[in-house]
Every structure is written in structure tokens, then in C-alpha cells.
């Protein structure tokens, strides 16, 4: 989620003056719950598609392929378009909704844009949890993929700009924090409702996304919108009052009037997303959407998606897989909280370029091991090269989460303009999405094919966007966003050649 927005430290050298103050917090606090449905979607998938009651209802071929040894392979038994366009349909509609919402941030706000992320979150639950066929059934996660599309989009965008700059980075967080929490959460419910008779353990998993839900839905509505928001649509009385608020300070003057202007030099862009192709702005496109594809091509959301069915598949059994998927869960929440503490201490770049050896190293081990130990119909793996892959994965989780995870999402909104914000926004969305789509559909094929390649494949990938990171990203730590020209693009010693022009 991109879209920044100017903050707290100043402009033309100066400082602006902000406490961190209790509706900061609780605004940003409130709109993080969309990051909490999000996560909650994204782990509740794997584990409801590794249920048999849900499996033997919706997808009897492959309920059938799993319960029958002879037919059983422990990389394909899974590989099911229609299972993967269960899970991969919310990311293709959330990569169309995005374009919907990238208006509505702009012309009706983000607290409204929220609002409507929650109503989709709602009804799509409900029609989820209701299903008695297929259609319905993806209906739902279409609905939920909206829901995906409008909070991606307003949610890091209302953090970016209603937090101080000093803590800008730690806030914007919040929302990749939530994330993990809803995936925790998502895997104990799944371990819990797996054990219940009866077969309807799966609507229930399904159901109790209405907390979330109801929760975005409630905090839209009592949060106030960011000042830049009411300033960029003429509302500027509104907006001071709302700065002066969130500052906890009388001193905004300076802050108002750069908003003020910001949104001035915005309104004279007619044909944002044309401007965004211009030569100048083509460094900040050009990282944001490469982040992107780089976080999606982590694989993480292949290890997230489906960690039970990957430790089902290395002959854990249902009960533990959904157990190994809860510690995975536990590890990307702690972990993300280890980015909020050091994102504005020692920088992105540091971050980044640490976990992707990590990251590399992991991956690689959980290759070779499945190589040498996990036939295509047989199992080798002792109890301690299986505790192995656990670890390593564990590894795995814990480096993307204090790394690509929220820096995915956080360096993007920190450096486009005021004027090709929103456009920046919905591409980096949209470009997210669209990748995520493509994982989530291609990776049970491809686990099927390329077996324990797979982590090799994404291995190297690791390698590619480290290279990337350490020759092309910059540093923006600290930075106030409507410096970012100044102080990041024409400083760099490759992108300062795209900043000639006006």
C-alpha cells in the first residue's frame, strides 16, 4: 500500500512541530483493522482448503486424490486450478477494485473509501460463510477481494499522512502488523474449527472474518479524515482544525501551508496517471512497482497461503500442519514488530539487504533437504529433517516480516508527490495484486512441477531484488516527503540523471 503523505518534520529545512498525539494513535490504530481483514483472508484460505469437509464439498476431486493412496503424490495432490481460483480470485478482484478506490481517495476521502472497504468485507463474509456451491462460493471472495482493493488502497495512505514524520515509518507498519495478526489468528481459529464434527467446522473459519469486518466498518466511521485530504478537496478550515488536532499543537502554520501548496500543484494535474509516466517521476515508479513484484516473488505468500498444506505434504498430518502453520503465524507477528522498532533507526536498506540473506540461506536449506528426503510418492523425512524445514521456513517468515513485508508497502508511499500520489498508489496496488494473483493461482502447479525446485526458484529471485535493493533503492529514513526530491532523487547517483527535467 503506497501513497504517502507529508508529516511531521518540515520542509524547506525547517521542522514541523507534532506530538504523538492519543487520536494519532487511536485513528491509526482503528484504520490498521483493514490490514487485520487482509491477513485474516489470506490465512484463513490454507487452512479451510486443507479441510476435508470443505474439500469433499466444494472439490471432490481433490478431496478424492487425497483420501486415496494410490492416487496420492505428495507434490501434486493439491494442484487444482478451481481450488487455487478459491484463493486467487480475491487478489484479481482486489487488483480491479483498486482503480475504483484510487477515485474515491481522491474525491471522497479516505475515512469514506474505508467505509466502503468495510462494507465489501461484510458482505462478502456473509456470502462466504452461506455457501452451499462453488459460484457462491467465489462470489464472496471477489466481494472480499473489493474489500482488499479500496482498504489497500486508503488504509497506508490515512497512516501515511496523519502520522509524524519522526515515526512515520512505525505507524504505516501498524498495517503490515495487522496483517500478521490476522494471519495468526486465522491459523489458531482453522486449528481450532478442524477438530469440530458435524462438517461445518469451515463456515465457521469463514464467519468470524465478520470481526474484522464489523471493526473497519466501525472505525471508518469514527476516525476523521487526514488533513490533506480535506485540504485537497477545498475543505481547508476543516483541514487546519484536523491538523491542529492531530498535532496537539497551535504551531501548524508552516505544515498547513505546504499541504496548501501540495494540493494547489495536485489540482493542476488533470491526467495523474499520464503525469506518472513523465521522465521525472519514473525512479519512484519504477521502485514501487519492482518492490512489488519482488515482495510477491519472495514467495512468501506461497510458504503463507499454503503452510498447512506444505507441512500436510512433508506427512505432518492435518492436526499438526495446522499447529507448524500457527507457529509460522506467531513468527511474522514478532518479527514485525522487530521492523516497527527499527524501521526509523537503522533504515530500510539495511533491513532489506540483512534479510535477504537471510532469506536466500533458508530457502536454499529447505531445498536441498526436500531434494535429498521428500519423494514424489514416498516419505523419507525423519522427525528432525521435518523439525528442520519447520525452523527454516520459521527463518524465512521471520526476515520477510521485518523486511519486505512492511518496506513493500512502506517505501512506496513515502516517495511519490502529492500530484501522482494516488495514481502511484493504485499502480503499486494494482501491480501487487496482480502478482499476488498470479502466485496464488500458479503455486500448487508449480509445486507439482517443479517439486522442491520451487524453493530454488524463488531462491534466486531473492538474489535478483537483494542486487536490486543494494545498487537502486535509496534510503528515505527520516526523510519528509515533499523533500524527497531534493534530498533522495538528485542526490542519487543513478536517478539524478531523471530529475532534469520540470
Given amino acids: 500500500m503506497p501513497a504517502g503523505g507529508f508529516t511531521a518534520a518540515g520542509t524547506g529545512g525547517g521542522d514541523y512541530e507534532a506530538k504523538i498525539t492519543p487520536v494519532v494513535v487511536i485513528s491509526c490504530i482503528m484504520a490498521a483493522t483493514g490490514g487485520l481483514m487482509f491477513g485474516y483472508d489470506i490465512g484463513i484460505s490454507g487452512g479451510v482448503t486443507s479441510m476435508p469437509d470443505f474439500l469433499k464439498k466444494f472439490f471432490p476431486v481433490v478431496y478424492k486424490r487425497t483420501q486415496e493412496k494410490g492416487l496420492d503424490s505428495n507434490y501434486c495432490k493439491y494442484d487444482n486450478q478451481g481450488l487455487q481460483l478459491f484463493t486467487s480470485s480475491l487478489y484479481l478482484a482486489a487488483l480491479i477494485a483498486t482503480f475504483g478506490a484510487s477515485y474515491t481517495t481522491r474525491q471522497l476521502g479516505r475515512k469514506l473509501t ?68 490476522g494471519i495468526l489468528f486465522a ?12 462438517g461445518w467446522g469451515w463456515r465457521l473459519s469463514l464467519g468470524l472474518a465478520l470481526i ?7 472505525g471508518s466511521i469514527l476516525v476523521v479524515d487526514t488533513p490533506n485530504s480535506l485540504i485537497e478537496r477545498g475543505r481547508l478550515e476543516e483541514g487546519k482544525a484536523v491538523l491542529r488536532k492531530i498535532r496537539g499543537t497551535d504551531n501548524i502554520e508552516l505544515e498547513f501551508q505546504d499541504i496548501v501548496e501540495a494540493s494547489r500543484v495536485a489540482k ?66 514478532l518479527s514485525t514488530v522487530v521492523s516497527i522498532y527499527s524501521v526509523d533507526k537503522i533504515g530500510r536498506r539495511a533491513l532489506l539487504l540483512e534479510a535477504g540473506v537471510q532469506m536466500f540461506l533458508s530457502q536454499t536449506v529447505i531445498a536441498v533437504v526436500l531434494g535429498l528426503k521428500l519423494q514424489d510418492h514416498s ?34 508511499s513515502e516517495i511519490f508527490p502529492l500530484e501522482t500520489r494516488s495514481a502511484g498508489q493504485s499502480v503499486t496496488v494494482f501491480v501487487n495484486m496482480l502478482f499476488t494473483f498470479i ?64
Fill in 379 to 412: 516419505d523419507n523425512m525423519s522427525h528432525g529433517l521435518a523439525m528442520l524445514v519447520v525452523v527454516m521456513v520459521c527463518t524465512f517468515v521471520s526476515s520477510f516480516a521485518w523486511s519486505w513485508g512492511p518496506l513493500g508497502w512502506l517505501i512506496p
Fill in 268 to 333: 493542476q494535474v488533470k491526467h495523474p496517471f499520464k503525469t506518472l509516466l513523465q521522465r521525472r517521476n519514473r525512479p519512484q515508479l519504477i521502485i514501487a512497482i519492482c518492490l512489488q513484484v519482488f515482495q510477491q516473488l519472495t514467495g512468501i505468500n506461497a510458504i503463507m497461503f499454503y503452510a498447512p498444506v506444505l507441512f500436510n505434504t512433508l506427512g505432518f498430518g492435518a492436526d499438526a500442519s495446522l499447529y507448524s502453520a500457527v507457529i509460522t503465524g506467531a513468527v511474522n507477528v
Fill in 212 to 218: 474484522p469486518a464489523v471493526m473497519l466498518t466501525l
Fill in 439 to 502: 502466485i496464488a493461482q500458479a503455486f500448487l502447479s508449480m509445486l507439482c512441477h517443479f517439486k522442491f525446485g520451487i524453493f530454488l526458484f524463488f531462491s534466486g529471485w531473492v538474489l535478483v531484488m537483494s542486487l536490486f535493493v543494494s545498487f537502486l533503492v535509496p534510503e528515505t529514513k527520516n526523510v519528509p516527503i515533499e523533500e524527497m526530491t531534493e534530498r533522495v532523487w538528485k542526490q542519487h547517483w543513478f536517478w539524478k540523471r531523471f530529475m532534469d527535467e520540470n
Fill in 114 to 181: 474505508m467505509l466502503i472497504a468495510g462494507i465489501f468485507f461484510i458482505i462478502g463474509t456473509v456470502l462466504n460463510t452461506t455457501a452451499v456451491n462453488f459460484v457462491m462460493l467465489v462470489l464472496g471472495r471477489i466481494l472480499l477481494g473489493c474489500g482488499v482493493g479500496f482498504a489497500n488502497q486508503a488504509v497506508p495512505l490515512f497512516l501515511s499522512e496523519i502520522a509524524p514524520t519522526r515515526i512515520r515509518g512505525a505507524l504505516n507498519i501498524l498495517f503490515q502488523l495487522n496483517v500478521t495478526i
Fill in 187 to 198: 491459523n489458531l481459529i482453522n486449528y481450532g474449527t478442524a477438530k469440530i464434527e458435524g
